[in-house]
């Protein structure tokens, strides 16, 4: 794909703009900027209009200003109308709390790890709070939609870790707390029927029929976070095998998933349905077929977000416009921050878009680097190269939150990436089939021994001597340095000039002395 210039780019400026006040937002909470803020920013581009022509041109600079400046106030501005209410459980106002649980239940080592939308006299509308229930008979039970009832005096009892308070409310939580066995009452379920309570039900649908089918133990909870992106079936081992080897992205429903799941449709449609006049039905079915497995995987918010972003650039693809990829899919971060600033926060939100724009960006460049005779190292190479690109993208984003790196990233990529398709494929024809228990059960053995051996394989990766590096020291000025650094990099690549190679000189020294004098210095 040739690589577009920043100025074919327009919500590359917006969006940055956007996240600068938004993180502007979110790091200065007590300063409110007033609801009228905006349209003074606009008010210079609309005198431009009235200007004489010959000198609209010269003072572009203050159309473009304009509009950069009420990007920031509205990102500012956004973010404090969203602003989550957080109650304090030390005022007391109430006996006891209703809890809604929102999401599957997250299986942790003793407990299970449940968001709560919060009920009760004093507590704010629309509050939440994660809450760690024991591991019993009651708890193994649980599920999303489900009212729980306990005393405030348990939620009092917070954890004392800041920095996870501090994520927890930046994120829309009021805190966190432990519900001990028999101190809390499961008081059934809301009879309200939503889209995403029936969404839910149809992932519980999903998870019975792959354990009914031949899948359990490890291979039901790789199945299921998969595919449906449930991970509450993981244990901690597991997990950490994954992580180690840089392959946990297979394990959260993301962009990887999604565009697996549009790209082989788009493709199998290309094949059955040739010629431009069918181009609109292809993307009909393409999309059609995108929704239902978002329906299916419980419409998350990570599969929401990736199913939005594709449906954009299939929006595109329609218009005839596959040159603007990249800028379509800053369109849908735009959308999508307008509509809730605080995915900006979430890391699967960053990790789905790092890694799809440096696709988009460097996987054609590394891919055409080598070239090989052999059919079978071409397309080893062509995967290798994918997970080079994606790594790349994400490696400050994935250096900030969980401070490891995995140097045997390439050859997990190679495993993990046809598995997950295949397993993708797998249980989609494991449910279409599941009227039919012979043919279901075949299918389900296989995809067990497709699943065992991805586990296999990763756990050797993870014995490899030096497989990973963990521990590493990693600020938001890495993340903004190492960003501006690759950001350089690729201005060079694409286009070589004097000046911009001195810039990335510049950045690079920079850089290099910072890391001297805060990591490597006594």
Not at 279 to 305: E, H, M, T
Not at 367 to 383: D, E, H, I, N, V
Not at 471 to 479: K, Q
Request: some cysteine; charged content about 15%.
């Amino acid at each position: 794909m040739h690589m577009e210039t920043i100025y074919r780019l327009p919500f590359l400026r917006i969006c940055l703009f956007l996240i600068a006040g938004i993180l502007f937002g979110i790091a200065c909470p007590d300063i409110h900027l007033p609801e009228w803020l905006p349209f003074p920013a606009v008010l210079p581009a609309i005198g431009c209009l009235f200007i004489p022509a010959r000198l609209q041109y010269k003072l572009r600079w203050m159309f473009g200003a304009s509009l950069l400046i009420l990007l920031f106030t509205v990102g500012v501005i956004r973010t404090q109308e969203t602003k989550p209410n957080l109650w304090d459980p030390k005022r007391g106002e109430t006996p006891y709390v209703i809890g809604e649980i929102e999401g599957a239940p997250q299986k942790k080592r003793a407990t299970y790890g449940v968001s709560l939308h919060l009920f009760g006299e004093g507590i704010p509308p629309h509050a939440k709070a994660m809450a760690y229930i024991a591991q019993d008979s009651a708890s193994d039970a649980l599920r999303s939609g489900d009212i729980l009832l306990f005393p405030t005096r348990l939620t009092q009892r917070r954890e004392e870790h800041t920095s996870y308070t501090d994520y927890l409310h930046r994120s829309g939580y009021s805190g966190s707390f432990y519900l001990p066995q028999e101190e809390w009452r499961n008081a059934g379920r809301d009879p309200r029927i939503t889209l995403r309570k029936r969404a839910e039900d149809a992932r519980q649908w999903a998870e019975e029929k792959f354990s009914t089918n031949g899948l359990q133990g490890e291979e039901l909870a790789i199945a299921c976070a998969l595919t449906l992106g449930d991970k509450s079936h993981l244990d901690k081992e597991l997990k950490e095998s994954y992580a180690a080897t840089g392959a946990s992205h297979v394990l959260a429903v993301s962009g990887l998933h999604v565009g697996i799941i549009y790209l082989v449709i788009i493709t199998l449609l290309n094949t059955l349905l040739r010629g431009n006049r069918f181009k609109q039905i292809r993307i009909v079915i393409a999309l059609s077929a995108l929704w239902f497995y978002a329906f299916i995987a419980g419409l998350s918010p990570s599969v929401v977000r990736a199913s939005v972003m594709f449906s954009l650039v299939s929006f595109g693809d329609m218009l005839g416009r596959r040159s603007q990829t990249i800028n379509t899919v800053l369109a849908s971060a735009f959308i999508m921050l307008i509509y809730e600033p605080r995915y900006l926060i979430d890391v699967g939100f960053q990790l789905s878009y790092t890694a799809v724009l440096s696709i988009l960006l460097l996987h054609e460049k590394i891919y055409k680097s080598l070239q090989f005779r052999f059919f079978l190292l071409g397309k080893a190479w062509s995967l290798t190269s994918v997970s080079i690109a994606a790594q790349l993208g994400t490696l400050p984003v994935m250096l900030y939150h969980f401070h490891r790196f995995s140097n045997c990233f390439w050859l997990s990529g190679l495993i993990v990436i046809p598995a997950a398709t295949l397993l993708i494929y797998g249980c989609a024809l494991l449910l279409l089939t599941s009227s039919f228990p012979f043919l279901s059960m075949k299918i389900g053995k296989l995809l067990s021994l497709l699943i065992d051996g991805m586990n296999t394989s990763i756990r050797w990766i993870e014995g490899i001597p030096f497989s990973n590096v963990e521990n590493i020291s990693f600020n938001e000025a890495d993340v903004i340095s190492l960003y501006a650094l690759f950001a350089s990099l690729l201005a060079v690549t694409q286009i070589r000039s004097f000046r911009r190679i001195c810039i990335t000189l510049t950045l690079l020294l920079t850089y290099t002395c910072y890391l001297t004098l805060t990591k490597i210095s006594p």
